[in-house]
């Protein structure tokens, strides 16, 4: 009788610890989410028309956090807890698809399709990979799968929406290098009817240029600004606007 109580005391304890180390796992303070670590990310960029917009974040205790921008059912910050199966999937699926090997961006000469950014975070390490659906099938996969994310579960919301950035399509942020003579550089420009608009700020290689959609189509006037000769980078100007929560 001894032998059996003291086995069943054992194994009550083993259940014990076996129950807390799971529960400490899922139930690490989340009310602060710059204090978590993050695992994988996934942001999806606007288009013309109404594509969903909304960047989510999966950390390293399977808490996810949804921001949704603009087109999405969700508005606002929404987050929800994977399980750890879930989360194990997920993380070989990453694996699986060799996914650090893939270039930091796959180019398309498509334009008004939305960017998607796949992100992956490891020993202080980032790992990004951006494209539209010309992407190889791995990394579309990926996607899907982070869709699924996104789309399932109870989702509780945490902040409802204050802002959004609307791109401005018909203006391109450039930054320029030292030596680019930038009056030149405009005239260069000048098929597309190109002007300088505004410097971002005084002594900034910051530029607002404007440029005729109708003789050019914003995604490749982006790239065509970007790959010219004497940019350091550019990107679309985008407007902030407060919204009602």
């Not at 996934?42 to 917009?53: E, L």
């Not at 010309?134 to 982070?146: F, G, H, T, V, Y």
């Amino acid at each position: 009788m001894k032998y059996l109580l003291f086995g069943t005391l054992t194994l009550l304890i083993l259940v014990g610890w076996s129950c807390r180390g799971a529960k400490d796992s899922s139930t690490k303070d989340t009310s602060d989410l710059s204090k978590l670590t993050k695992a994988m990310e996934m942001y999806k960029s606007p288009c013309f028309g109404t594509c969903p917009v909304f960047r989510m974040t999966i950390y390293d205790n399977g808490f996810v956090a949804f921001n949704g921008i603009r087109n999405t059912d969700k508005q606002g910050l929404y987050v929800r807890q994977l399980s750890k199966k879930q989360y194990e999937k997920l993380s070989k699926a990453f694996e699986a698809a060799d996914f650090w090997s893939h270039p930091d961006v796959y180019p398309s000469d498509v334009s008004d399709v939305p960017s998607i950014t796949i992100s992956q975070f490891r020993e202080g390490k980032a790992k990004e990979v951006k494209g539209d659906f010309s992407r190889p099938e791995a990394i579309l996969e990926l996607e899907k799968m982070l869709d699924a994310v996104a789309s399932e579960g109870e989702w509780t919301q945490r902040e409802g929406p204050v802002k959004e950035e609307r791109m401005v399509s018909k203006e391109i942020i450039v930054q320029f290098k030292g030596d680019t003579d930038i009056p030149t550089w405009v005239e260069g420009m000048a098929k597309y009817e190109t002007q300088l608009l505004k410097q971002v700020a005084p002594n900034s290689p910051y530029w607002v240029i404007t440029f005729n959609t109708q003789k050019i189509s914003p995604e490749r006037m982006l790239e065509l600004v970007k790959g010219s000769e004497g940019v350091a980078g550019a990107q679309f100007n985008r407007k902030v606007e407060l919204r009602d929560r």
